[in-house]
């Protein structure tokens, strides 16, 4: 077992956002140049926006997709996966982050609560297939063969994210949580840091700005994740 600032950790729960692929070169959503800066997510990350132009959000979804390729993963990514190998104790690491970055940079168990670039779904089957290459309304389901039923992979606004009973029934158990690179705007991810406290865990935010709930947390570390998450994984694993 380590101990962090006195706290006996054992149990870690870390959840990541935008900024910890930053240093990627993946852009985020809402720092200045960010994704939401260039198009209004109401426009492209609602089902509502999907039934409306459904070109329009393919094309934004397949763009990001094939960007994936010219990216690596950073020291942030490949510390957070170094953690989760060598710790004595539980990692679990959710993301709101539909790149794959934390997959490349070594990590066996990665939690996708707004789902995956290189994931599509099928609307009639229900089946979620890898998705290599571009896909619109003309392409055929690999697995049930109907057309026109593929849509990202990705929990738009207004729906319900992923893995939600997995996930806070480990912040229940958790002494650990650590919020990396998210600007604590998008629920209910902005509120796990809540129920962490509840849990009597201790709770540090990293961030090289402030975010929206940055008072919530017990200790905060401010910088860039490949600096800050390098550090504070070696202190947890020195001990
Ligand atoms: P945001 O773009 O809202 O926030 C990114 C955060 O990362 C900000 O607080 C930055 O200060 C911080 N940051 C940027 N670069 C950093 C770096 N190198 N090191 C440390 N921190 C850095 O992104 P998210 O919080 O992830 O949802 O956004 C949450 C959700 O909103 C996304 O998953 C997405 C979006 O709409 C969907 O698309 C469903």
Request: charged letters at 25%; zero cysteines; proline letters at 6%.
């Given at each position: 077992m380590a101990r962090l600032n006195g706290h006996a950790v054992n149990r870690i729960v870390i959840l990541t956002g935008a900024g910890v692929s930053a240093e990627s070169g993946l852009a985020t959503f809402r720092d200045s140049g960010g994704l939401w800066e260039n198009h209004d997510p109401m426009l492209?990350?609602?089902?509502?926006?999907?039934?409306?132009?459904?070109?329009?959000?393919?094309?934004?979804?397949?763009?990001?997709?094939s960007q994936l390729d010219n990216v690596l993963p950073n020291a942030a990514h490949r510390a957070i996966a170094r953690l989760q190998q060598a710790f004595s104790g539980d990692v679990f690491l959710v993301t709101q982050n539909v790149d794959d970055l934390h997959e490349r940079g070594g990590s066996g168990q990665v939690c996708h609560m707004h789902g995956q670039l290189r994931s599509m779904l099928c609307k009639k089957c229900g089946a979620a297939q890898p998705a290599a290459d571009d896909y619109d309304r003309s392409t055929r389901c690999p697995r049930c063969g109907v057309v026109g039923g593929l849509r990202p992979d990705i929990v738009w606004f207004g729906e319900i994210p992923f893995h939600m009973d997995t996930i806070l029934a480990r912040l229940r158990v958790c002494d650990l949580?650590?919020?990396?690179?998210?600007?604590?705007?998008v629920y209910p991810a902005a509120g796990f840091v809540r129920e962490a406290v509840v849990s009597n865990a201790l709770t540090i935010e990293v961030n090289r700005e402030l975010s929206d709930v940055t008072g919530l947390f017990h200790l905060r570390r401010r910088g860039m994740a490949t600096t800050e998450v390098v550090a504070l994984v070696e202190e947890l694993l020195a001990d």
């Open positions: 492209i990350a609602t089902p509502e926006a999907f039934a409306r132009d459904p070109d329009l959000v393919y094309r934004f979804y397949n763009a990001r997709r949580f650590i919020a990396i690179g998210t600007s604590g705007v």
